[in-house]
């Protein structure tokens, strides 16, 4: 599923948001082919995103995100329009507040223009007229998100965990956020960074490293350049008083997030299958711990013979803990296991278990 | 002013026909004043009009 619905809200212009959308030029992209990737650096795993931009590509900010497989469930037109509020401010006060906006431009990227990933050579500079949407002559944004993955691929070297868990969405980090403010706690995850850092349900997030923050896009853009063992400067409007946080990054903080949604993984090394987590209380009746190694396969391609629908995988390559779900397994792929490399798995069918073999991509 | 009005009504007009491209993607058509698919086009218009972009990439 995937954000058909907003697409269509906003390039209708309701009513909700017609009249902060006749503030700004508006431009719709529909291809990849020849797009600015300095300029437009966002989680091009998205299927919908929008950048709030001035003429002189200064960035206001960004809007749109995903962590999970519904797409729909991280975005909505009340948060769309709280980020176009947001934006209409920035503009307003450009070029006073330009410093503060510099950090939502990025570094030079790794390719100006996708076509520079390996294997995308083949996509012409636009789509050629006349042909349809998903010919070969259109790159779809996560043909992008793919390239990341075959620069690594391609020479056989493992996928960084800054690739995989690529704009980690904030509950990462225990802060779950309101969709439909700017960037407002709805909660905060007991025990998270986040509590043990003083974040409170109702802060809404002024500035995260000095950047204003007008979506919970915003919010990920920082997290994405941030490092383990990061303390990030945070200020939150709480009750009508600006206050200063921190945000808290501990080793191995992104690893908590979900990438197996990503249609990318599809095109680079998952095996041809789908997982999902085991659901509450199943682990105890499987006598599995929390730490053990186990999910379930919900799809099984002509690629992953062998498996079947509703295996629970208990073991990979000897691991019998930590690949605790489908995101951690696709990881393990893709920083262990090269392509041509067999992959074993133990898998619980009927109560009993079977082994059985896969060959990565 | 009332000619650059004009201009700016026959342009928006322009660019809410639906082109080749938006027609062979089979992409939903946009309502109001969006360009379509030409982010120089998008850049250009703001730069004249000294309005924000707000650009969606689908």
Redesign the interface.
């Known amino acids: 599923m995937g954000c058909k619905e907003i697409?269509?809200q906003?390039?209708?212009?309701e009513a909700q948001v017609?009249d902060l959308?006749?503030?700004?030029?508006?431009?719709?992209?529909?291809?990849?082919n020849s797009m600015?990737l300095s300029t437009?650096q966002?989680d091009t795993g998205?299927?919908?995103?929008?950048?709030?931009?001035?003429?002189d590509?200064t960035i206001?900010g960004r809007y749109g995100s995903r962590g999970q497989a519904n797409g729909s469930l991280d975005v909505s037109l009340a948060g769309f329009r709280k980020a176009?509020e947001g934006?209409?401010e920035l503009?307003k006060g450009y070029p006073g507040n330009k410093s503060s906006l510099a950090g939502k431009k990025g570094p030079s990227p790794r390719v100006p223009v996708p076509q520079g990933y390996p294997g995308m050579q083949k996509f012409p500079p636009?789509?050629t007229?006349?042909?349809?949407?998903n010919n070969n002559t259109?790159m779809h944004?996560h043909e992008v998100n793919a390239g990341e993955y075959k620069v690594y691929r391609s020479v056989k070297q493992p996928i960084p965990d800054n690739v995989l868990w690529t704009y980690p969405m904030p509950d990462v980090l225990g802060l779950s956020l309101d969709l439909n403010e700017r960037a407002t706690l709805k909660s905060v995850a007991a025990g998270s960074p986040a509590e043990k850092d003083g974040w409170k349900a109702g802060d809404a997030i002024l500035t995260l490293e000095g950047q204003p923050i007008v979506s919970i896009a915003d919010v990920q853009w920082v997290l994405e350049r941030a490092k383990d063992g990061a303390k990030l400067k945070a200020s939150v409007d709480r009750g009508g008083q600006k206050q200063p946080l921190t945000l808290s990054l501990p080793p191995g903080w992104r690893r908590k997030g979900d990438f197996g949604w990503r249609e990318a993984t599809w095109a680079s090394f998952r095996p041809d299958m789908n997982g999902e987590d085991l659901k509450p209380g199943e682990r105890q009746t499987m006598k599995l711990s929390d730490t053990a190694t186990g999910f379930r396969v919900s799809y099984v391609g002509p690629g992953a013979r062998g498996l079947q629908r509703d295996d629970v995988v208990v073991e990979v390559d000897g691991q019998r803990s930590g690949i605790t779900n489908f995101s951690l397994f696709l990881a393990h792929v893709a920083q262990k296991r090269m392509p041509g490399d067999k992959i074993s798995l133990t898998v619980l069918r009927g109560g009993q278990e079977q082994k059985l073999q896969l060959t990565a991509r | 002013m009332k000619a650059a009005s004009a201009a700016l009504l026959a342009l928006l007009a322009f660019a809410q026909e639906p082109g080749p491209l938006q027609k062979s993607l089979v992409d939903l058509e946009p309502k109001g004043p969006w360009i379509y698919g030409d982010l120089a086009a998008g850049f250009a218009e703001a730069k004249k009009t000294k309005k924000p972009l707000l650009v969606v990439f689908r």
């Open positions: 697409d269509g906003v390039a209708r212009r017609s959308m006749d503030q700004f030029v508006t431009v719709r992209v529909v291809f990849a600015d437009f966002f998205l299927t919908w995103a929008v950048f709030f931009l001035n003429a590509k206001y176009m934006a209409l503009h636009v789509p007229p006349g042909d349809k949407r259109c944004c």
